[in-house]
């Protein structure tokens, strides 16, 4: 089974990365640990959302023993928003329903600010979120407006440039490694996972 790859990024893509890089190249390690950094990403009960790889001589390909069952649509799945900064993992939030910018906006009202808190972030924090279409439409960009909430510029299609997709994979492998037989253990799977992620420098490492 061959992984589904995303296409290669574009001019465009290289050059709004490149800068990014440029513009930040030079700030003080005070402003990254005044970074809030914040992602949503959905977890499939039968773990779909997981790559795996087989390994496996020439033409065995549909080989049995070389094939992984799957369930269709996942057997059902669980979306989380999750927050963290350098002293560790901030608020976990399961999203029930679609999330669009009026439920993203409620997201960020009742997690947010409360998250700022327990890591005693200065005056001076950023907000760091991607550029999904719920997150830079109008309304939520004056929301954020009207809430003061400095949100820091992201280039497109560079989730590999945010940390918090390491606390997913290991979010992820730790909660199917429990085998949740429906969503409600899933979703509870979800929260201990994460409410055991260190409060530490070193994120990165679920008990």
Not at 137 to 157: D, I, R
Request: charged content about 25%; proline content about 5%.
């Amino acid at each position: 089974m061959v992984p589904r790859r995303k296409p290669l990024l574009g001019k465009k893509n290289i050059k709004a990365r490149l800068s990014f890089a440029r513009k930040h190249l030079d700030d003080l390690q005070d402003f990254w640990e005044n970074t809030q950094w914040t992602d949503e990403t959905k977890t499939e009960l039968f773990g779909r959302s997981v790559s795996h790889y087989v390994w496996h001589k020439s033409n065995t390909t549909f080989q049995k023993k070389s094939i992984i069952p799957t369930v269709k649509y996942g057997g059902g799945s669980v979306m989380v928003w999750g927050c963290f900064a350098a002293s560790g993992p901030g608020r976990l939030a399961v999203i029930n329903g679609t999330m669009n910018s009026a439920v993203y906006q409620k997201n960020l009202k009742e997690n947010v600010r409360p998250s700022v808190c327990d890591f005693k972030l200065k005056r001076t924090w950023v907000l760091q979120q991607d550029n999904d279409p719920k997150h830079t439409s109008k309304s939520t960009s004056e929301w954020l407006k009207k809430n003061k909430m400095k949100t820091l510029e992201w280039p497109s299609q560079s989730p590999d440039l945010n940390p918090i997709e390491m606390l997913w994979h290991d979010l992820k492998k730790v909660v199917h490694a429990r085998k949740p037989s429906n969503v409600a253990e899933l979703q509870q799977f979800c929260k201990d996972g994460w409410a055991k992620i260190p409060h530490s420098a070193d994120c990165r490492t679920i008990a």
